[in-house]
T-cell receptor, first 112, second 115 residues
Framework: DAGVTQSPTHLIKTRGQQVTLRCSPKSGHDTVSWYQQALGQGPQFIFQYYEEEERQRGNFPDRFSGHQFPNYSSELNVNALLLGDSALYLC???????????FGDGTRLSIL | AQSVTQLDSHVSVSEGTPVLLRCNYSSSYSPSLFWYVQHPNKGLQLLLKYTSAATLVKGINGFEAEFKKSETSFHLTKPSAHMSDAAEYFCVVSPFSGGYNKLIFGAGTRLAVHP
């Protein structure tokens, strides 16, 4: 039974570029949440997708956007990258938004 | 607004001694509470969860936590530390919002275990 998978594992970008991160939820899960974890801090909630719609959003600018596909997989897009966007981006999945959420190993994004 | 405060940023114990990681929460109603563990360069693994069924919650790897409403605390304990327990631990609260749940994380406690 595959858990939550994220790709790529590492990514290096420069300021101003755009990036897309991908997530496949755990088998049987239909809800995907994204979190940003800066170095030395706890993860911060970005947004949550269910039935291909954004259901909740944290305190992140519009540069952060997402999408959920019919197979429940999800993408996180970040435009106009800033140095401060350097972080570990974690995807979590659950069933109908219920708890607990299961996490992937994350994508480490570095902005130069 | 809901929030979580982890009272220690670093805890150091000797192998075989008890572990106590402290967490206080703020919530306007009965929350769901969790402890997650993160090993270096890895994602988050659920240790245990509290969802009002029982105040003493048993988790994986010998960890347990006690929900104390009067003290708004949810401390994590383990009777005997193992070297493999060295990791970052996060106390987490989940507000219920119209059927869609998000997780609010504490800042984390780094546990070091010495031989």
């Amino acid at each position: 039974d595959a858990g939550v998978t994220q790709s790529p594992t590492h990514l290096i970008k420069t300021r101003g570029q755009q990036v897309t991160l991908r997530c496949s939820p755990k088998s049987g899960h239909d809800t995907v949440s994204w979190y940003q974890q800066a170095l030395g801090q706890g993860p911060q909630f970005i947004f949550q997708y269910y039935e291909e719609e954004e259901r909740q959003r944290g305190n992140f600018p519009d540069r952060f956007s997402g999408h959920q596909f019919p197979n429940y997989s999800s993408e996180l897009n970040v435009n106009a990258l800033l140095l401060g966007d350097s972080a570990l981006y974690l995807c979590a999945s659950s069933f109908k938004g219920d708890q607990p959420q299961h996490f992937g190993d994350g994508t480490r994004l570095s902005i130069l | 607004a809901q929030s979580v405060t982890q009272l220690d940023s670093h805890v150091s114990v000797s192998e075989g001694t008890p572990v106590l990681l402290r967490c206080n929460y703020s919530s306007s109603y009965s929350p769901s509470l969790f402890w997650y563990v993160q090993h270096p360069n890895k994602g988050l693994q659920l240790l245990l969860k509290y969802t009002s069924a029982a105040t003493l919650v048993k988790g994986i790897n010998g960890f347990e936590a006690e929900f104390k409403k009067s003290e708004t605390s949810f401390h994590l304990t383990k009777p005997s530390a193992h070297m493999s327990d060295a990791a970052e631990y996060f106390c987490v609260v989940s507000p219920f919002s119209g059927g869609y749940n998000k997780l609010i994380f504490g800042a984390g406690t780094r546990l070091a275990v010495h031989p």
